[in-house]
Structure formats: structure tokens, C-alpha cells
């Protein structure tokens, strides 16, 4: 894992979140790269070229039904100010992005956490209801059953300001 943050404008990286969701990294890029070859701009669709293409010709890139229509809100809200700007973001609380970005169809916590964690590189977010972060817990403490996202909360206090460090750590702790 790459502890570098990408820093991509907000926008651009909620897109490749939403078309990464539940797909393996592989398939994920193999959509993005179609998603990206439907418009004839060199770089990033933006959120105007988005909303000028339709549901079907977005899905002719892989992505499904839904996806399409989430990448499609986040362009509008981009357009209407709520996606912010990169520097915003680094005026912003944690806190304060979740509330913001979660009233995005089809960006719920989980998105917002790797948000904050791979593309800001903020030090202190647990994503406690990632299945990873919870696997990894259950191995490094010895435990027979996954965590709740609240107790794996609760205990990922003492890590406090470096809850992300912790969720690295656990995630780690599945690669072996």
C-alpha cells in the first residue's frame, strides 16, 4: 500500500471511488479506462461532460445502472458546489467532509473514509466498518469473531491521532 495521498481534485477521485466499489482493482481499471475514452478531452471527463452523456451511454462502459447514476450525481453536485475544491478540503474537518460528501447518492462513509485516508492522507480516520480493518482486528487481537464497527471504534480510541496508521496495520494483517 502507498502511504503517499494522490491528491486528486475531490471530484475526480469520488468518481474512480464509485466505479471502484465492489469491483476487483482489475476490472475496476479496465471500466475507468472506458469510462475515460468516452469523451474525446485529453484527461478527466468534467462534470458538464458527464451530465451531457446519457445513463445507457455510460453503462456502455461497464458501469451499471446505478453507477452510473452516482457518478452522474456527483457531477452535479460538483457543478452546484457541494463536491469541494482540494484546498477546501484541507479546511475541512473529517467530520465536516463526511456530513458534506455522504448527501451524495451513492457516496456513503466507507467511500468518504479511503476519501480521507488515500487521496488527503489524513493521519487520524478508522474506517471501522471496513470487512478488512475488521478482519485484520480479529487476527492481530486473537479473536474467533469479527468486531462490530462499534466496539472496533470504541477500542480504535487509544490509536487517537493515528487511527489511520492502525488501519494500515490491520489491513496488512491479511496480506499474511
Given at each position: 500500500?502507498?502511504?503517499?495521498?494522490?491528491?486528486?481534485?475531490?471530484?475526480?477521485?469520488?468518481?474512480?471511488?464509485?466505479?471502484?466499489?465492489?469491483?476487483?482493482?482489475?476490472?475496476?481499471?479496465?471500466?475507468?479506462?472506458?469510462?475515460?475514452?468516452?469523451?474525446?478531452?485529453?484527461?478527466?471527463?468534467?462534470?458538464?461532460?458527464?451530465?451531457?452523456?446519457?445513463?445507457?451511454?455510460?453503462?456502455?462502459?461497464?458501469?451499471?445502472?446505478?453507477?452510473?447514476?452516482?457518478?452522474?450525481?456527483?457531477?452535479?453536485?460538483?457543478i452546484?458546489?457541494?463536491?469541494?475544491?482540494?484546498?477546501?478540503?484541507?479546511?475541512?474537518?473529517?467530520?465536516?467532509?463526511?456530513?458534506?460528501?455522504?448527501?451524495?447518492?451513492?457516496?456513503?462513509?466507507?467511500?468518504?473514509?479511503m476519501?480521507?485516508?488515500?487521496?488527503?492522507?489524513?493521519?487520524?480516520?478508522?474506517?471501522?466498518?471496513?470487512?478488512?480493518?475488521?478482519?485484520?482486528?480479529?487476527?492481530?487481537?486473537?479473536?474467533?469473531?469479527?468486531?462490530?464497527?462499534e466496539?472496533?471504534?470504541?477500542?480504535?480510541?487509544?490509536?487517537?491521532?493515528?487511527?489511520?496508521?492502525?488501519?494500515?496495520?490491520?489491513?496488512?494483517?491479511?496480506?499474511?
Amino acid at each position: 500500500m502507498n502511504l503517499v495521498p494522490r491528491r486528486l481534485p475531490p471530484y475526480r477521485s469520488l468518481v474512480q471511488s464509485v466505479i471502484y466499489q465492489q469491483l476487483s482493482g482489475k476490472a475496476a481499471a479496465t471500466i475507468l479506462r472506458r469510462f475515460e475514452a468516452l469523451f474525446s478531452s485529453d484527461g478527466f471527463p468534467t462534470p458538464e461532460q458527464v451530465l451531457a452523456t446519457d445513463v445507457a451511454r455510460l453503462r456502455s462502459a461497464g458501469l451499471s445502472g446505478s453507477k452510473a447514476r452516482y457518478v452522474r450525481d456527483i457531477a452535479q453536485k460538483a457543478i452546484e458546489g457541494l463536491v469541494p475544491a482540494l484546498d477546501e478540503c484541507d479546511q475541512m474537518s473529517d467530520d465536516e467532509l463526511v456530513a458534506r460528501l455522504t448527501t451524495i447518492t451513492g457516496v456513503g462513509r466507507w467511500t468518504v473514509e479511503m476519501f480521507l485516508i488515500f487521496n488527503l492522507g489524513r493521519p487520524d480516520v478508522l474506517p471501522a466498518h471496513d470487512l478488512g480493518v475488521r478482519k485484520g482486528f480479529a487476527l492481530a487481537y486473537r479473536k474467533r469473531q469479527l468486531p462490530s464497527p462499534e466496539r472496533l471504534e470504541r477500542f480504535g480510541e487509544r490509536w487517537r491521532p493515528y487511527r489511520t496508521t492502525a488501519a494500515w496495520y490491520l489491513w496488512r494483517a491479511t496480506d499474511a
